[in-house]
């Protein structure tokens, strides 16, 4: 055949690639005012230490599904009876998502919308009993996301608690002495602070992320791919341990100024590198063990030959008639955004705290300051930290309160239920009790109660949220009361408020300490308004 003769047919495929190209590049612009905010956040976190796998984590997904694709040919080819709906719903799921937390200012909410925008945007481009087989690829993309940050604190409060008490242990196995107190690990001549940095939170996702790459990718058994993964998650507890413990070593041995060396140097891609090793090593083990005159060749599939190619030919796949629906949904979102988005929260008009009495009516107080370390993982905006005396007894309450002019960006309220148990005290009764403060403006409200002890001291510990005007006891209903607020008023101000005192079982004990606290509640609460604002 002539030159000639293949032109056209050349001219024509080109144009239609553009065709679908054009299309889709539409499809993006018309969402991109929607998704902007979360991808943004995604970009942000991705420049932080406990976040900055994300970009190998797509990747990863992008890999594998392009494997998939090219192992399985037939899914970029449409046909007219593809069943497409659940792509639809799937992308209107994505696009509300997106706009919910572009209105409501909070980048995650919007991140979290790009999923489900992604997986309809392949269901309806390929039918769903086809896009399903990339299910893996848009899972993996979740490990990429950050999470909530209620999910976040919990997670490594756990992890905290975890990498602590297994490097207790593993130091007291090597014949030194240690104690062990909350999140201090305490060596005598060092004490070893595991704080929220070294939770191993940074080492969890990207080592649960090159597991199941490599589970992927492995020519063994399922079941052995299985035990792959699943052994992740505790290698990434026992590797952050073990990188602890061996610091409590290196003081032992060479001194505290070679042990923040070895911190150092031994953290990060060191530790997933180190973790990527071992994985290596046990899937090794289990075919030296388990496969022995079974299997021969390569443990792993590593052919990326064809990858390319598919790339090429998914500019070939005729987006379906939904996807123009999809666009004029999406620029709809996105025009509300630009109107809506302009809108600037409202200002509280507050007072700081250092304004706050430091005597309310006959009780006397002393104002504190956090320490350094303790402010910056708090990272309020304004903090109150008074200690007041019971008039006559001078028995103390302390009433502290961290105050966030904006709870959608960065920084948010931490709850004591985590900081509590970081600090060494054992939550050993916790729950919520309806508080009656009408007189001091505030009316009945439910707050949560917790008995905590450390020893033989144990204290009372009453504590809310502070919420534009509502006392919320769940943390959970904080975060979508804020996201609300901020989407219908353009407010996401609140604080979270505390009050604790000791039990003294030689002073009328817990009946005694209820007494004082709610004393002091009716004192200072007709205060707060002008530094908590409704």
């Known amino acids: 055949m002539s030159v000639g003769d293949t032109s056209p047919a050349l001219a024509a495929g080109r144009g239609a690639e553009l065709r679908v190209a054009g299309l889709w590049l539409l499809v993006l612009a018309c969402a991109a005012p929607v ?21 190998i984590v797509v990747a ?25 709906w659940p792509g639809v719903l799937m992308a ?23 999923i489900p925008w992604i997986a309809g945007g392949l269901v309806v481009s390929m039918g769903w009993a086809r896009a399903r087989r990339l299910w893996l690829s848009v899972a993996l993309l979740l490990l990429a996301l950050p999470l909530p940050q209620v999910l976040y604190w919990k997670v490594t409060t756990q992890l905290q608690a975890l990498a602590s008490e297994l490097a207790a242990w593993m130091i007291s196995a090597m014949g030194m002495s240690v104690y062990l107190d909350g999140n201090i690990i305490d060596l005598g001549v060092y004490r070893l602070q595991v704080a929220e940095a070294c939770s191993g939170l940074q080492y969890l996702f990207p080592i649960v992320a090159f597991a199941v790459l490599f589970a992927t990718i492995s020519r063994e058994p399922a079941w052995r791919r299985v035990a792959l993964v699943l052994l992740a998650a505790p290698l990434a507890v026992a590797m952050n341990a073990l990188r602890i413990a061996i610091t409590a070593l290196v003081v032992e041995h060479y001194g505290v100024s070679a042990a923040e060396g070895f911190l150092h140097a031994f953290e990060g891609w ?47 796949v005729p987006p379906a008639r939904a996807i123009g629906v999809l666009s004029v949904v ?19 008009g507050r007072m700081t705290f250092d304004r706050f009495p430091q005597r309310v009516g006959a009780w006397p107080g002393v104002r504190g300051a956090l320490d350094p370390a303790v402010a910056q993982v708090v990272a309020a905006d304004d903090y109150l930290n008074t200690t007041y005396f019971e008039p006559g007894s001078m028995v103390p309450v302390q009433i502290f309160s961290a ?3 904006n709870q959608t960006r960065g920084a948010a309220i931490h709850s004591p239920e985590i900081c509590l148990p970081a600090n060494g005290w054992e939550v050993s009764e916790i729950g919520t009790r309806e508080l009656d403060m009408s007189a ?25 949220f502070e919420q534009r005007g509502r006392r919320v006891a ?11 607020d901020e989407v219908l008023h353009g407010r996401s101000d609140g604080a979270l408020l505390r009050f604790t005192t000791p039990i003294d079982d030689s002073a009328g004990g817990l009946l005694a300490a209820e007494a004082r606290v709610r004393d002091l509640m009716r004192q200072a609460l007709p205060q707060m308004p002008g530094f908590i604002p409704f």
């Open 35 to 55: 998704f902007a905010l979360g991808l943004g956040e995604l970009a942000a976190n991705w420049m932080t230490p406990v976040y900055s796998h994300g970009p």
């Open 60 to 84: 990863m997904a992008l890999w594998i599904g392009l494997r998939t694709l090219r192992d399985e040919p037939r899914a970029l080819r449409r046909h007219p009876a593809l069943v497409i």
């Open 92 to 114: 209107l799921l994505g696009i509300a998502g997106g706009l919910v937390g572009t209105l409501g200012r909070i980048g995650d909410v919007s991140a979290y919308g790009l």
């Open 270 to 316: 060191a530790i997933l590198l180190a973790a990527i090793a071992v994985l290596v090593g046990v899937m090794l083990l289990l075919r030296a063990f388990f496969g022995r005159g079974t299997q021969r060749g390569p443990m792993l599939d590593l052919d990326i030959s064809g990858t390319g190619e598919v790339l090429g030919r998914v500019l070939h």
């Open 330 to 348: 999406a620029l709809a979102a996105g025009v509300l955004v630009l109107v809506l988005g302009s809108s600037q929260p409202e200002a509280s």
């Open 403 to 405: 105050f966030y002019h």
């Open 440 to 464: 001091a403006g505030y009316g009945r409200f439910e707050a949560n109660r917790a008995v905590v002890t450390k020893g033989t001291d144990r204290q009372l510990v009453y504590y809310w």
């Open 474 to 484: 769940n943390d959970l209903a904080v975060k979508l009361g804020v996201l609300a």
